[in-house]
């Protein structure tokens, strides 16, 4: 339900390594053509972050190219440094004429620090080197809790694999997880573009799996079963949660709109998979599923009403519209990202105002308004206006207000 620059990243990641496969198994130009156009659109999704996913698999291609006859590593190399070069001109063609056209600060943002600049010290979103650790193994559930796939797993451990595909998915997973934990900024969703990789891996381990290797079918689903009943448990019992939370806490805001009667949906799916396990391998894979479909189908609608409300920006982007028409200036507290600009037609002539510069603003600007962010609205000077907004809430403030107290604004 969410648009992210990850999904195009994804895509051309696949392609990439596609295209790597296609050289690898004799395709030659078109192989490397493929590559290079993945690199160059790729770069152009999201940056050069996409050589993340690509890089390690050409570079270590001699690990995972076995079982057949090996390609000629020089011709190899020098194939891939052209279709780098190929990638980086199609990335080029668009962004030297938009540096050129967008002035000093719109182009030290796309060459450095939209990229570059995120690496070593990032300017946003900056998290310690294990930050992704823990939560790789709630993203991967309830998969990795699946017995029969854990066996599976152990015995690959153990047996010295040699598949090329499998591989070719452990340096795909493994090389972009350490890259991306040595880069300073991290978001959960950066991880987007290895999850084909686990999922063709888990999906050969699987494929492997014969009837005689399963676990007993009951205590198979067990953990499956489970984590949809601890969903189940914990929506039966938000009110209660957010009472003990109390009124004002973040949490209650969620917990005080979801309906217990959710809970249900987790309930009979869990019990329903332990009274009635499948057999089969086929079977058991359709089992989780529908039980990870259960859980994503709940949380949506168990959480629709707050989403709907915290990231509906109608009401605040009709306010300021009629601000706007009554001639008052606007000026937003910090970074505005143009937000309620499409919304409200507005015109786009917001200004951005913080501590340094605020009174200096005010007095040019009299006749105007101020949007600032809180988490919490607090007793004391209340705004004129407030709306949910992403888990916070948006307020909008009086310049003689902010005059008189600019710690309003960000309290």
């Known amino acids: 339900t969410l648009t992210m620059f990850d999904l195009m990243l994804t895509f051309w990641a696949m392609a990439g390594l596609y295209g790597l496969i296609s050289a690898w198994r004799g395709g030659g130009i078109k192989g490397w053509a493929i590559f290079a156009a993945a690199v160059g659109f790729g770069i152009l999704s999201k940056g050069p972050v996409i050589l993340v996913f690509l890089l390690p698999a050409a570079l270590f291609a001699p690990y ?10 020089g011709r190899w190399y020098a194939s891939f440094c052209l279709a780098l070069v190929i990638g980086a001109g199609i990335a080029l063609s668009w962004a030297v004429p938009a540096g050129v056209a967008g002035g000093d600060a719109y182009r030290n943002a796309i060459f450095w620090g939209q990229s570059a600049g995120r690496v070593v010290s990032a300017f946003d979103h900056s998290k310690p080197i294990w930050w992704y650790l823990p939560y790789l193994p709630i993203l991967l559930m309830p998969w990795i809790a699946w017995p029969s796939l854990l066996r599976s797993l152990w015995r690959f451990r153990r047996g010295g694999e040699t598949n ?23 978001r959960i969703h950066y991880l987007l573009p290895v999850f084909p990789a686990a999922a063709i891996f888990v999906a050969v381990l699987v494929s492997r799996l014969g009837q005689e290797e399963l676990v007993q079918r009951r205590w198979d689903m067990v953990p499956a079963a489970l984590i949809a009943l601890l969903f189940g448990v914990l929506f039966g019992a938000a009110p209660m949660i957010g009472e003990l939370a109390g009124a004002d806490a973040r949490i209650s805001q969620w917990t005080n709109v979801i309906s217990p009667l959710w809970a249900l949906i987790y309930i009979i ?13 086929r079977g058991r894979v359709a089992a989780i599923t529908v039980i990870n479909i259960v859980i994503l ?15 509906n920006l109608s009401s605040t982007a009709q306010y300021l519209a009629k601000l706007q028409k009554d001639g008052y200036a606007i000026a937003n507290w910090s970074k505005y990202h143009g937000q309620f600009n499409f919304l409200g037609r507005l015109a786009p002539n917001i200004a951005e105002i913080g501590t340094s510069n605020v009174r200096q603003w005010l007095k040019i600007n009299p006749k105007s308004k101020i949007i600032a962010y809180h988490y919490v609205l607090k007793n004391g000077p209340k705004p004129e206006f407030t709306a949910p907004f992403r888990g916070k809430w948006v307020a909008i403030w009086d310049a003689s207000q902010i005059l008189k107290d600019p710690s309003l604004a960000y309290r």
């Open 297 to 311: 189908v709940g949380l949506h609608g168990a959480l629709a009403a707050k989403l709907n409300q915290s990231y």
């Open 269 to 281: 799916a869990a019990l329903w998979f332990l009274a009635r396990p499948p057999a089969g391998v």
């Open 64 to 73: 995972w190219t076995v079982g057949d006859a090996p390609p000629g590593w």
């Open 164 to 186: 090329p595909g499998l591989r070719l998915m452990l340096v795909w997973v493994v090389a972009a997880l350490i890259i991306l934990s040595a880069i300073s900024g991290k």
